[in-house]
């Protein structure tokens, strides 16, 4: 078996990446001893090793709602939507809905667009359909009004009692309100663990459970994780570590370099979702203080033709992470003409990978050429183990990375600040006061 490697040759010189060896050896040990910020949020380190155990109650819980769901609404928000979102669509067919396979997997309490929540309704009535519930806090508002909405129109649809058994909910062991909801409904919980935060849980119950509903092997997405533990672990040598790598040539490109944002590019669009999962992670995680670097996606060759002129061209504050694909999974060849009148006959007998790797390698010399230093991960193949890989990779070097800037990468706090207004604004119990408040300012 393979493993991903991470190169940074076309960004940054060996030597300045060598020079945080000792840097990042302190954050692994700060990790690893949990002696750094946030050391109650470790508990996706080990995460791997870790919910085995639990592997076949999730399994189960699976097979039980795609055995008797057409769909299945998986509610969450943030690190209780995203990891599973990135890892379906990353392994899913890219027409998926048009193929008539069940059962389909749809996310809810992801946004509070009211067309959005109107047109799901529409779409589930008469359907046999099923929930998973997912938040930590339990109290969070965009899912909790999705499941309220999509809970009511489930006893309707199928009875209190066969609604029961198509409810599942992932929370807290104690707390919140999905906690006693649950609890007094009878439903079947998993829980989330108190020291793994949201951003850091797609390999918890709350990434696998919908993971394991769209028909994947969960299984191996925690055997490829569970490899990157060791690659990306303490012992690992720093040439040979890609996530202290990673790290390192991150850092030393944002404080040495200027380059204040980091864009994260795939040639392939099944990976947009992992994309949106890698941007929650870093910029929740390193946002903070007045510091970090701005994640931000593009997904080419898309792209190129619309910001693939800023990025030539535009401000120098860019730099490029490209997760390579090394081999698709179907083949797909072009085929001679005998008129020609497209002018492509030379591309005859060639795959489209050959043409897309030219194009990834031809963007790379211009970007490159062009004040934007790429970095590069490669990715043998895009199955469950190396999506497992690529997760663990992530995480390991975001807690490395947030601890190099020298903030607490595992809370979130700025996330706040819009709730507190909008339950002001919508004069929710307890927040009189800052009701008040804001209202004067408007
Ligand atoms: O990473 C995080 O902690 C957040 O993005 C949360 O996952 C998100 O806000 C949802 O929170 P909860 O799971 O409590 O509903």
Redesign the pocket.
Known sequence: MKDIKFSYAKAVSAEAVRAYEAQVKNAQEMLVKGTGKGNDFLGWLNLPADIRPQLKDIQASADLLRRECEVIVCI???????GAKAVNEALSSSFEWLEGRKPVIVYAGQNIGEDYLYELQALLKGKRFGIIS???????T??ALAFRLLKTQLEEQVGKKDAQRLIICI?DAKK?ALRTLATQEGYKTFV?EDNI?????VLSP?GLLPIACAGFDIEKLVDGADRMVKVCGIDSPFDENPAAQYAAARNELYKKQGKKVELLVNFHPKLHYVSEWWK?LYG?SEGKDKKGIFPASVDFTTDLHSMGQYIQDGERHLMETVISVMEPNHKVEFPHDEQNLDGLNFLAGKRVDEVNKMAELGTQIAHVDGGVPNMKIELPKLDEYYLGQLIYFFERACGISGYLLDVNPFN?PG?EAYKKNMFALLDKPGYEAESAAIKARL
Not at 76 to 82: D, H, Q, R
Not at 134 to 140: C, V
Not at 197 to 201: H, K, M, V
């Open positions: 969450g928000i943030g690190g209780s939507y995203l997912i938040s930590k806090s339990g109290t969070t965009e899912p929370t919140g989330i935060g949201g951003r850091f849980s709350v929650q929740e979130q996330v």
